[in-house]
């Protein structure tokens, strides 16, 4: 069997005794080993070997360690990173994770805490370097993992998405309700390297406040009324993978105080046991609510906003994504008449045109629940009178849909440029003819080269 080439690594401290002695522990566990005591000449080994991954401290005289993250992430996005810091606020180190570091030591560390951040990032990079590779596909595709939207909201989703996955880094998705925050979390499990182990989704809303502890970290045999036998809480079940807590913005504060916990020490007690359990979960949580304003307001611990905002993703309102709609309703037609076995149906001009204009509260979630009656029932003109929308102003009998789906590129095409030459160029009017703002017009226009 061929010999897997050894990891290299470049420790940069200042310090001459703490960096002869990080060398020395790791060059005892078979890893190549360089050092640096300063960022400028640390930026130079770098340029010279390009090594697999960088353990950093920092505070490096007048530069930083950051100052080291944020060019390593700029000149070399798969290259491994951690950080560590005497000065371990939690605000250097959601700083760093947010910057892009795969992970953060607190010093004093300990020899075999080192050493396994070493090998998880060793682990993690692997993965990173693996998903780029894909990347040229994502490209192509311009979707991911069971999300739909190629507008350039959804492709920052995307490249967020894509960079942490292969991470143990926590995120927190934040959006409105019916967004497809569940969605990105099962694509950031679906990408990681935990895919083949549990995904178990909580929803804290949905957990009465007298058993939330017991439904997440699990009860003894008679630790309380009717408790008849053991029973395992949704972190344990979740042990070795990704466990996703929606709506986290519900729990109640006594279980945030537990769950903090377990986010800094990774260790849980049932109810009624005296002993801990260590477990090794992957935490994504969502909320639609605004936890900096819940944290000011008192209903929410801030230490443990902090440690579940590592990575904030935001998931853009259908509104703000308009034209995603019409990739949307092709989806949720095919999907819905494959789920009834029907055959896809088609839609009118003038049901298409109020499919755009609606300003959708209820998000992606609405237009797949209102396509499924669609589907189910073929009532247009039922769809169209809930939706509020008048008829399509424009001549659109020439388009021709094809027997399996929706042309969009060809329909959004003809409209623009009969809008365009309706009124004669003009691109306010033909903007608001359409019922599009003028930024989303100019965005079309470039989309299909009319510009």
Known sequence: MMEQPKLHILVVEDEPDQRALIVQMLTANQYQVESADSVEQAIVMIK????????????????????????????????GFIIATAYGTITHAVDAMQAGADDYLAKPYQRQSLLLAIEKVAKSTALKR????????LSQQQELVGLVGRSALMQKVYQRVQRVSATDATVLIGGESGTGKE??????????????????????????????EAELFGAEKGAFTGANTQKIGKLEAADGGTVFLDEIGELPLLQQTKLLRFLQEGVISRLGQ??????????IAATHRDLQKEVAEGRFREDLYYRLNVVPIHMPALRERPEDIGRLVEHFLKLHANQYGMAVPKLSRDTLKALLDHSWPGNVRELANRIERFVLLGDEAEMVQELG?????????????PEAGIEWESFEKDCLRQALSRFEGNRTKAAKCLGLSYKAFLYRLEKYQLV
């Open 130 to 137: 693996q998903n780029r590779r894909l990347s040229s596909e």
């Open 274 to 283: 005296n002993s801990e359990i260590k477990l090794d979960v992957r935490v």
């Open 48 to 79: 010279a070997s390009a090594p697999d991954l960088v353990f950093s401290d920092w505070k490096l005289g007048q530069l930083t360690g950051m100052d080291l993250l944020n060019y390593v992430r700029r000149e070399h996005p798969d290259m």
């Open 183 to 212: 969605l990105a979390a099962r694509a950031l499990y679906q990408l990681s390297g935990r895919s083949h182990k549990p995904f178990v989704a909580i929803n804290c809303g949905a957990i009465p406040e007298s058993l939330a």
């Open 389 to 401: 929308a008048a008829p399509q102003p424009l001549d659109t009998s020439r388009f021709v849909l």
